[in-house]
């Protein structure tokens, strides 16, 4: 744990705490300054205040940082890393592996795993995170962008917010779909009475996934998905809202849905530009077995 103590300027009287922090340590946004407000983190005069408190100069801010060796350690498991250099890598995700730590769980993350891969680990705003660009959920598997620099972390994530980096997911879906191509433009939010889950809803961000018929089954269809925004559960809850649910989805699925593998939703096409050398990388990942399988017995089905 390290602690920085400082003075405010009298020249910033009157105006926000988490705007004038922002200023003074200009390695923190204001949401991250919020945050550890929040955590008690950082105290003003020994006490904690909010974020949209008034300062009147003269406070003394006391913040401590927890360093990244303070909040991980590395833990071993086999990866299979598809794309490497200094600036950042593309991991294959097993199903079952949480991306990042997080306060209500120990389990072993993709973060811990790739612990020793980043140099300056005290560089990244969020120690907890450190370079991961997108998210995939625990129980769908594929690609995952990974950025090794802050500078890189930055540049990715913008491209992600531009809508410059291309995801496209296989997915098995229940029922037989009419459409051979869709657009689903529905907007996503939380829950209200299930804080663990996201649903369409006129008070959400708005949310886009577009799909494409590759097989038809008996009672399922494969799909490829392509994400236009990255929403939270996004492309479960529009096949649900569509009616034809992702199979072995537990939290949207059907009651009678085959949870085995989790849900069967796979990160299967990367495509970006470098950030650094602006080269663009297309990378693809094949199906696990466990996916390849169920398709085979779909298929064996419909005949």
Same mark, same amino acid.
């Given at each position: 744990?390290?602690?920085?103590?400082?003075?405010?300027?009298?020249?910033?009287?009157?105006?926000? =705490?988490?705007?004038?922090?922002?200023?003074?340590?200009?390695?923190?946004?204001?949401?991250?300054?919020?945050?550890?407000?929040?955590?008690?983190?950082?105290?003003?005069?020994? /006490?904690?205040?909010?974020?949209?408190?008034?300062?009147?100069?003269?406070?003394?801010?006391?913040?401590?940082?927890?360093?990244?060796?303070?909040?991980?350690?590395?833990?071993?498991?086999? =990866?299979?890393?598809?794309?490497?250099?200094?600036?950042?890598?593309?991991?294959?995700?097993?199903?079952?592996?949480?991306?990042?730590?997080?306060?209500?769980?120990?389990?072993?993350?993709?973060?811990?795993?790739?612990?020793?891969?980043?140099?300056?680990?005290?560089?990244?705003?969020?120690?907890?995170?450190?370079?991961?660009?997108?998210?995939?959920?625990?129980?769908?598997?594929?690609?995952?962008?990974?950025?090794?620099?802050?500078?890189?972390?930055?540049?990715?994530?913008?491209?992600?917010?531009?809508?410059?980096?291309?995801?496209?997911?296989?997915?098995?879906?229940?029922?037989?779909?009419?459409?051979?191509?869709?657009?689903?433009?529905?907007?996503?939010?939380?829950?209200?009475?299930?804080?663990?889950?996201?649903?369409?809803?006129?008070?959400?961000?708005?949310?886009?996934?577009?799909?494409?018929?590759?097989?038809?089954?008996?009672?399922?269809?494969?799909?490829?998905?392509?994400?236009?925004?990255?929403?939270?559960?996004?492309?479960?809850?529009?096949?649900?809202?569509?009616?034809?649910?992702?199979?072995?989805?537990?939290?949207?699925?059907?009651?009678?849905?085959?949870?085995?593998?989790?849900?069967?939703?796979?990160?299967?096409?990367?495509?970006?530009?470098?950030?650094?050398?602006?080269?663009?990388?297309?990378?693809?990942?094949?199906?696990?077995?466990?996916?390849?399988?169920?398709?085979?017995?779909?298929?064996?089905?419909? /005949?």
């Amino acid at each position: 744990m390290s602690e920085n103590n400082k003075t405010i300027p009298k020249r910033f009287a009157g105006e926000r =705490l988490d705007k004038i922090l922002a200023e003074l340590e200009a390695d923190l946004s204001r949401s991250r300054i919020k945050k550890m407000m929040e955590e008690g983190s950082i105290l003003i005069d020994g /006490r904690p205040r909010k974020a949209s408190d008034t300062a009147f100069g003269g406070e003394v801010v006391a913040i401590s940082r927890k360093t990244a060796s303070e909040e991980l350690k590395h833990r071993a498991m086999p =990866l299979e890393i598809l794309y490497e250099d200094e600036e950042l890598l593309v991991v294959n995700k097993p199903v079952g592996l949480i991306v990042h730590p997080s306060k209500t769980t120990d389990e072993t993350t993709l973060v811990h795993a790739l612990y020793p891969l980043f140099k300056d680990k005290t560089a990244f705003e969020d120690p907890m995170r450190l370079g991961i660009v997108h998210r995939l959920d625990k129980d769908t598997s594929g690609l995952l962008l990974v950025a090794k620099t802050p500078s890189a972390l930055a540049a990715l994530q913008k491209d992600l917010k531009d809508r410059k980096i291309k995801r496209r997911y296989m997915v098995l879906v229940e029922g037989v779909v009419s459409h051979n191509r869709g657009k689903i433009d529905a907007p996503i939010g939380r829950n209200e009475k299930a804080r663990h889950k996201m649903g369409v809803s006129s008070k959400g961000k708005e949310s886009v996934t577009r799909f494409r018929v590759l097989r038809r089954f008996e009672a399922h269809s494969l799909l490829e998905c392509e994400l236009e925004t990255g929403r939270t559960h996004q492309i479960r809850v529009h096949m649900r809202y569509i009616k034809h649910p992702v199979v072995g989805d537990a939290t949207y699925g059907y009651k009678k849905t085959d949870t085995t593998h989790g849900q069967y939703l796979h990160a299967y096409k990367l495509v970006f530009n470098h950030p650094k050398t602006g080269e663009e990388i297309a990378l693809e990942s094949r199906l696990p077995k466990f996916f390849r399988d169920k398709i085979q017995r779909f298929e064996e089905k419909s /005949r």
